[in-house]
């Protein structure tokens, strides 16, 4: 196949495909801490796993595979900003099953490895590269970046 | 200036499926329904009154070209166009309420690291309704 568009190219009917791709972005929303896959995935929308993976892609600029780790990785930078979570812990809990891949996903997206971001949110967001500041204080500065800043 | 927010419009695809939402999962009072067919204008609100929800055809002003329309509804069909963000002082009954009604869940009640706590559905129309908890 061509590097044509994996969407339909008829007009009437692309509303309705790209409504069943946002049915499992959603659910990659709502299960991202669940065991995920994309061949699971593709199930639920009785598609197959390359098909799915093609128009995904298309639709929303990645895979569905890389949107998944995405979240995950996510949410574990908001648990490993608490302090009180371990990285082995942080990535149990958003549903990877590989701790070593999870490790270098995070790392290739924050561009830490979990247990630095863990110990550098922990001491300041200050001294986190520009990326990372943008991300650990957006979320968190009504309660808690106003006290982690030096006075 | 003492204003206050009237009106907001969300798009529907199907009014009687969001109509449906709106009203019974939701449990909104329709105040006004106008139009017929595909081309009705519903307005929805709370019971207790306040800013109102008008679920409107989308892309109905005659200076929409045929292909910005398409775009309009591609984008709604992916669930980038419209959102509105609830407060009630119960976001897990709500949930519930809601989740039992047969809705499209995104999120199911989590505290935001952020601080609110809050659920998350799609509309019949791929609106995203967010719902948080009232401090």
């Given amino acids: 196949m061509s590097s044509a568009s994996a969407l339909p190219r008829d007009a009437a009917a692309r509303p309705a495909e790209l409504a069943r791709l946002r049915r499992v972005r959603d659910r990659i929303d709502r299960e991202h801490a669940q065991p995920l896959d994309v061949e699971e995935l593709a199930r639920g929308e009785h598609m197959a796993a390359g098909t799915l993976s093609r128009r995904f892609k298309e639709a929303f600029g990645e895979t569905p595979y890389s949107y998944l780790m995405t979240r995950r990785v996510e949410r574990a930078m908001a648990l490993l900003r608490r302090g009180d979570v371990t990285v082995t812990n942080a990535s149990l809990a958003v549903g990877s099953s590989s701790p070593g891949t999870f490790s270098t996903r995070f790392t290739e997206l924050v561009g830490l490895s979990p247990s630095e971001y863990r110990a550098r949110a922990a001491d300041s967001p200050v001294d986190l590269p520009t990326c990372v500041i943008k991300h650990a204080v957006r979320p968190v500065r009504n309660r808690e970046a106003a006290t982690a800043l030096p006075a | ?135």
């Fill in chain 2, 1 to 135: 200036m003492d204003l206050s927010i009237q009106h907001t419009f969300i798009p529907h695809t199907d009014p009687e499926a969001s109509l449906a939402f709106y009203r019974d999962a939701l449990g909104f009072e329709v105040t006004n329904d106008v139009g017929s067919g595909t081309m009705r204008w519903i307005t929805v609100g709370p019971p207790a009154g306040g800013s109102t929800i008008v679920l409107t055809p989308p892309s109905v002003d005659p200076g929409i070209t045929d292909q910005e329309r398409q775009t309009i509804a591609e984008l709604m069909a992916k669930g980038a166009y419209a959102a509105i963000v609830l407060a009630t002082p119960d976001v897990d009954a709500v949930f519930a309420a809601v989740e039992a009604s047969g809705a499209e869940v995104v999120q199911e009640p989590a505290d935001q690291p952020y601080g609110v706590r809050d659920c998350a559905f799609r509309d019949p129309a791929g609106a995203m309704v967010r719902i948080q908890q009232r401090s």
